[in-house]
């Protein structure tokens, strides 16, 4: 995560302030636009697009949508949106970003339940759920990467402990995590000591 | 459409716990979502639950949105709203007031520590999604041969992924995977 983003110095007084219905159709958009990548797409529209934020509270928003559990992109909605207007900012923030996926994805799933046994149909989701595997392979790759160059040591046991407990040996999550948590809380303040 | 108090219970108990493990996002209580919905409480077949993980990948919007697939495929229109509201609505609670404070523990220790510690959880949870999807979505030589291509090409190109799922769903059109 870069974290060395320049600092602009006009950056508040000229930064403009959603309205709670921009904020609706900016994540609105987010939803409908984000493809496989509701990340690159909110930070285009909040940053570059709308200059919502600066470079710098993007990257502070969105390190603490990675620390938080759940979905991040819904987290950073939350957040967001509470800080242009409050309870109501995150709940229209919220009704754009899952709104419209919610209404798509349920037609898709009734029309699953009735054609989803056609044999047209099912040699495609065959197909598409290969290559949605492929992508998914390709972009943990890639974020594994930053892990992979750092010398061996215990974030290495961590990741491969969590990858072994709940991807391998299929343990319940929450038994893996609270075991492995504590241990790397442990281990990262034993290096920061 | 089924009104099953208890079945809508369940899955609001399932998938409000496994969210507040997703370290990482959506994807990575992946795992979980499986070995609930299919290996402990029989809701679906592999071949379904990838069916599912296709549909939510071709359909725009945050990852999180196969969860509401799930939640239809079990209990109809109250199962997604359930689900979706069960996955979403305790850490958007949390995220609404930790927000709040987050500021004030910019610089702070702990907060560093946790930060970085949770780093690697979330990058072993995203390995084991991987595995797990890996695993149910090629069954057959062709599909763990488009798989890997897709794999290559969406690694070294900045495709739109779409154009990837629609040659997929063509490749199986045609009987090739």
Same mark, same amino acid.
């Given at each position: 995560?870069?974290?060395?983003?320049?600092?602009?110095?006009?950056?508040?007084? $000229?930064?403009?302030?959603?309205? &709670?219905?921009?904020?609706?159709? $900016?994540?609105?958009?987010? $939803?409908?636009?984000?493809?496989? %990548?509701?990340?690159?797409?909110?930070?285009?529209?909040?940053?570059?697009?709308?200059?919502?934020?600066?470079?710098?509270?993007?990257?502070?928003?969105?390190?603490?949508?990675?620390?938080?559990?759940?979905?991040?992109?819904?987290?950073?909605?939350?957040?967001?949106?509470?800080?242009?207007? +409050?309870?109501?900012?995150?709940?229209?923030?919220?009704? %754009?970003?899952?709104?419209?996926?919610?209404?798509?994805?349920?037609?898709?799933?009734?029309?699953?339940?009735?054609?989803?046994?056609?044999?047209?149909?099912?040699?495609?989701?065959? %197909?598409?759920?290969?290559?949605? $595997?492929?992508?998914?392979?390709?972009?943990?790759?890639?974020?594994?990467?930053?892990?992979?160059?750092?010398?061996? +040591?215990?974030?290495?046991?961590?990741?491969?402990?969590? &990858?072994? +407990?709940?991807?391998?040996?299929?343990?319940?999550?929450?038994?893996?995590? +609270?075991?492995?948590?504590?241990?790397?809380?442990?281990?990262?303040?034993?290096?920061?000591? | @459409?089924?009104?099953?108090?208890?079945?809508?219970? *369940?899955?609001?108990?399932?998938?409000?716990?496994?969210? #507040?493990?997703? @370290?990482?996002?959506?994807?990575?209580?992946?795992?979980? @979502?499986?070995?609930?919905?299919?290996?402990? @409480?029989?809701?679906?077949?592999?071949?379904?639950?990838?069916?599912?993980?296709?549909?939510?990948?071709?359909?725009?919007?945050?990852?999180?949105?196969?969860? *509401?697939?799930?939640?239809?495929?079990? !209990?109809?229109?109250?199962?997604?709203?359930?689900? *979706?509201?069960?996955?979403?609505?305790?850490?958007?609670?949390? !995220?609404?007031?930790?927000?709040?404070?987050?500021?004030?523990?910019?610089?702070?220790?702990?907060?560093?520590?946790?930060?970085? !510690?949770?780093?690697?959880?979330?990058?072993?949870?995203?390995?084991?999604?991987?595995?797990?999807?890996?695993?149910?979505?090629?069954?057959?030589?062709? *599909?763990?041969? #488009?798989?890997?291509?897709?794999?290559?090409?969406?690694?070294?190109?900045?495709?739109?992924?779409?154009?990837?799922?629609?040659?997929?769903?063509?490749?199986?059109?045609?009987? !090739?995977?």
């Amino acid at each position: 995560m870069p974290d060395t983003m320049p600092d602009l110095p006009d950056a508040t007084h $000229a930064r403009p302030t959603p309205t &709670l219905f921009e904020l609706l159709v $900016a994540f609105t958009m987010i $939803a409908i636009f984000g493809f496989g %990548g509701v990340l690159y797409w909110s930070r285009r529209m909040m940053v570059e697009e709308r200059k919502w934020m600066t470079a710098e509270e993007f990257n502070e928003a969105y390190a603490l949508c990675n620390f938080l559990p759940g979905p991040n992109i819904v987290n950073f909605a939350v957040v967001f949106g509470r800080q242009i207007g +409050g309870t109501a900012g995150a709940f229209l923030a919220l009704l %754009g970003l899952l709104g419209p996926p919610f209404t798509l994805v349920t037609l898709f799933g009734l029309l699953y339940a009735h054609y989803g046994n056609i044999e047209i149909l099912q040699r495609m989701f065959v %197909g598409v759920a290969a290559a949605a $595997a492929g992508l998914t392979i390709s972009t943990s790759l890639k974020m594994w990467q930053p892990l992979l160059r750092e010398r061996l +040591g215990g974030p290495h046991l961590v990741a491969l402990a969590t &990858l072994a +407990g709940v991807g391998v040996l299929r343990w319940p999550i929450y038994w893996v995590l +609270g075991a492995l948590i504590p241990l790397s809380i442990g281990l990262a303040w034993w290096v920061r000591r | @459409m089924s009104h099953d108090t208890g079945l809508l219970v *369940t899955l609001a108990a399932n998938f409000a716990l496994m969210s #507040l493990f997703a @370290m990482g996002g959506a994807n990575a209580a992946f795992p979980e @979502m499986h070995r609930v919905a299919v290996e402990v @409480m029989h809701w679906m077949s592999d071949r379904q639950f990838a069916d599912l993980y296709a549909i939510a990948q071709v359909t725009p919007g945050p990852n999180v949105i196969v969860v *509401t697939l799930i939640g239809f495929h079990v !209990a109809g229109l109250a199962g997604a709203v359930v689900a *979706t509201l069960a996955m979403c609505g305790p850490t958007c609670i949390f !995220a609404f007031f930790v927000g709040r404070v987050w500021d004030r523990f910019k610089q702070a220790r702990w907060r560093l520590i946790i930060q970085a !510690a949770l780093i690697p959880i979330s990058l072993g949870l995203l390995g084991a999604s991987t595995l797990v999807i890996a695993r149910i979505a090629g069954q057959s030589w062709q *599909t763990v041969a #488009l798989m890997l291509v897709t794999a290559v090409v969406s690694y070294w190109l900045r495709l739109n992924p779409l154009w990837i799922f629609a040659a997929a769903a063509l490749l199986g059109l045609a009987g !090739a995977v």
